[in-house]
């Protein structure tokens, strides 16, 4: 009877053990705290020195580069260069077919010689004529000749004289002509303007060109100096109130990988490169893209640079030595939230004072948008995302306001809300932008370089 | 475990208990279970009716588990994490990562109910089965008794009930330490469980109740055997670490969980 007791007594004991293990542990998971924890990566609020960077996308082109194209049309009979050939200032680039041009300055010359005669033809007329007015002239005053007769030859005279004057003008007008067949023969042969190469070759020997005085021509050729280049690069509106002349750059050419190149800034735009276009519709409308300006930044180091070469360009603008600073990407937006009683969300704001007098939200909501820290708005304007940082203390996340100051393309200047020491939220990423919010449990994990590194 | 005769006499068959009892007393006194299953004709309910319980509280653990959002985060960067892996190894591209992670992220709530539906027919089923053949084939080759299947199958059923135990606990750990990787096992000192590392697979395998079930289970070979429990166990314990290693090594270490 001793055994199926004990037995029995230990059933009861392994399944009422197993029994409080249960009800013991569904406790706990019942009254448990539920609350998601998010992974984050952080890092400390130092100080360092921020290189504030615009980067600008453009091509390499030479500073000095010449578009050749022809004043008078023909067919191109010589064209001794070759793109990418050297050429001197003076050198024969292109020779238009002179034959008709020839013709003209004969014709011109011909022209010029029958009204030299014409002029003197006329001018003989007028000595005759006067000769013959001054013999009258002379009767009529000794009462020998009428006074009809004399009027007839002083009126003779005149006109002789006239026929001169007309005929020295001839002389001139086929003169002019002269010259400007001689011009336009001359203009059949073009030379090279500068000591360069030919960057560009468009026409063919044998093709026909045209060209006029007045308008632009076809483009033949353009001669650069590869010894200068400098990078255009098209910068937005609102960085290029930050770039000024002789600031520094370093240029990243596609075709040089692993090189940066130093440049200095030479010339900003003044107008934008859209300005002036689509504006004559008289709707008013305005253009999708983005207004940029041209910005040309000297390469100072020599290389074998081709024009039309993809560059990156970073313009240093601004330079701080040795401030607080925390990574680019701790830096969020958030909206403040909503006063009490005023919406679904009954939470209170708090305005913390700043040290530089300014009122900063400090109870703020995840948002999307653009930053700003102003918290004083008019009744029924909707919020404004302020910047904030989060603080990791402890496996919390603290959501601090802050004003931020320049920004390189890894760190961001704190100008208020942080003290140095303490340890910000810097990834990830989705963490940052979306889910985290204050007070929030988090817990600190690895870097994921690889996303890090995406992201970046 | 309890120190039993290797052979019962047959003139004195142990008194016989309902399935219900048989379910509870595989907890408390298996010896006394293994014995009447011994004796007993092969009944169906003996096996099956196990093998629907643990079904049942793995899909149930497995909703349980996934209505945390702590743990369904944990989820989704253990996906991402693997994705990632696969492309810094070079398997697949960036951008077909991309795509696979807004894929993961669009699928609807009930695509992952039917995978712990999956899981739990998996688990009932195809672990009694793998352990009664085990216990067939140790029986067999190891210890040269002929054990018929159909009892081995049994034993392997009511087993399971330990099994069906550890998934309801590990599931209050889930959820109480708020960590998809909790487990009644040495992984519990493991600061960040990592299951990437082999050793910290090992001591995740190193599990309370795979310990127990595994010496029940020796129990019951040495009880449908006739050989001692020593010699049961060294051959059960023997296989039953040559294989968590085995499975380690080669890299299906989800399994030894």
Partial sequence: ?456 | MENVPSSIPAEEPPPSSSLAGRLLNVFAAPGDVFDELKTADSSVANWLVPVLIVMLVTITSFAVTLSQPAIKQQVVEMQEKAIDQQVAAGKIKPDQAKAFKEQMAALPPWVMQLFGIVQGVVAGFCGTFWWALVLWLLGKLALKSGIPFLKALEVSGLTMMIFALCVVITTLLIVILGNLMARPALSVFVGEFDPTRKLHLLLGSVNLFYLWSTAVLALALSRLSGVGFGKAAVWMFGFWAASRVLFVVIGLGGFVL
């Fill in chain 1, 1 to 456: 009877m001793a055994k199926p007791k004990s037995k029995r007594r230990r059933r009861i004991i392994v399944l009422g053990a197993i029994g409080v293990v249960l009800a013991g542990l569904t406790l706990a998971a019942i009254f448990r705290k539920r609350e998601p924890v998010i992974t984050v990566q952080t890092e400390k609020v130092t100080h360092r020195n921020i290189t504030e960077i615009v980067v600008a996308n453009g091509r390499i082109q030479p500073v000095l580069q010449v578009k050749i194209s022809p004043e008078v049309s023909g067919e191109l009979i010589e064209l001794p260069v070759r793109e990418g050939q050297r050429v001197n200032k003076g050198d024969l680039l292109v020779k238009i077919k002179p034959d008709t041009y020839i013709a003209n300055v004969k014709s011109a010359e011909a022209q010029y010689m029958s009204s030299a005669s014409g002029k003197d033809l006329a001018e003989a007329s007028m000595k005759k004529a006067g000769l013959e007015f001054k013999r009258h002239e002379e009767l009529f005053r000794g009462k020998l000749d009428s006074e009809s007769t004399f009027l007839e030859f002083k009126t003779g005279y005149d006109v002789a004289k006239a026929q001169f004057e007309s005929a020295v003008h001839q002389v001139d007008v086929a003169r002019a002509s002269l010259d400007r067949a001689k011009e336009e023969l001359a203009k059949t042969t073009i030379s090279s303007p500068l000591d360069g190469t030919v960057s560009k070759l468009n026409s063919r020997l044998g093709e026909r060109v045209v060209g006029t005085a007045m308008m632009t021509g076809t483009e033949i050729m353009i001669v650069s100096d590869l010894n200068e280049m400098e990078a255009r690069v098209d910068i937005g509106e609102i960085d290029v109130v930050l770039i000024k002349p002789n600031q520094k750059a370093r240029l990243e050419v596609d075709a040089f990988r692993d090189r940066k190149f130093k440049g200095t800034v030479t010339e900003i735009a003044n107008s934008s490169k859209d300005s002036g276009l689509g504006s004559g519709g008289g709707g008013g409308g305005q253009s999708q893209e983005a207004t940029k300006f041209e910005v040309r930044i000297r390469v100072d180091e020599k290389e074998n640079f081709r024009p039309g070469m993809s560059v990156t360009a970073e313009i240093e603008t601004r330079y701080r030595s040795n401030v607080l600073s925390v990574p680019i990407q701790s830096v969020t937006t958030r909206l403040p939230r909503e006063p009490a009683g005023k919406g679904p969300n009954t939470n209170t704001v708090t305005v913390a004072e700043n040290t530089s007098g300014a009122a900063m939200a400090a109870d703020v909501y995840p948002t999307s948008g653009t930053a700003t820290n102003k918290t004083d708005r008019k009744a029924g304007e909707p919020p404004k995302p302020i910047e904030v940082v989060f603080l990791a203390t402890g496996d919390q996340a603290k959501m601090v306001p802050v004003k931020r100051g320049i920004a390189d393309d890894a760190y961001v200047e704190i100008v208020d809300g942080l003290k140095e020491g303490e340890e910000v939220v810097s990834g990830g990423y989705k963490a940052i932008s979306r889910e985290l919010e204050d007070s929030m449990k988090i817990k600190k994990g690895a870097v994921d370089k690889d996303k890090e590194k995406e992201k970046k």
